[in-house]
């Protein structure tokens, strides 16, 4: 008989729930189609993004976005939405709390947080 170390089996314990919630989570809200919207500009912007005093690039770093998108909504359940990954998954790291900047060329260093909504009211503006 095999004995499996205990992690192991947390780990695929862990990794079952989060298989099945994926597959419970609605898909294609309103919130999700916003948020997908936001990391494809992230990816494609050309601007450099600091994560803990490191410059990313957009691709780098929307791939990040993306990795911590699924913790929220899995988390967020009925109350996820764009605001929510913003302030959440895009605005801080939540290992050490330094907020996240953007530097695109051309323009001011800002905050992401800041960057991330402008684009978000951009979004809703053009689908009114």
């Known amino acids: 008989m095999t004995v499996w170390p205990r992690g192991v089996l947390i780990g695929c314990l862990l990794w079952s729930l989060v298989a099945t919630a994926q597959v419970t989570t609605p898909p294609d809200t309103r919130a999700d189609r916003e948020v997908a919207a936001l990391i494809q500009v992230v990816a494609r912007s050309g601007c450099l993004f600091q994560r803990n005093g490191r410059w990313n690039a957009a691709q780098s770093a929307a791939a990040h976005l993306r990795r911590k998108n699924e913790v929220i909504r899995l988390r967020a359940g009925d109350l996820y939405s764009a605001e929510l990954f913003i302030e959440r998954a895009a605005s801080e790291s939540s290992l050490t709390g330094l907020p996240y900047r953007v530097r695109c060329p051309g323009q001011p260093e800002q905050l992401s947080r ?7 009211d951009r979004f809703r503006d053009a689908a009114r």
């Open 114 to 120: 800041d960057w991330l909504m402008a684009r978000l």
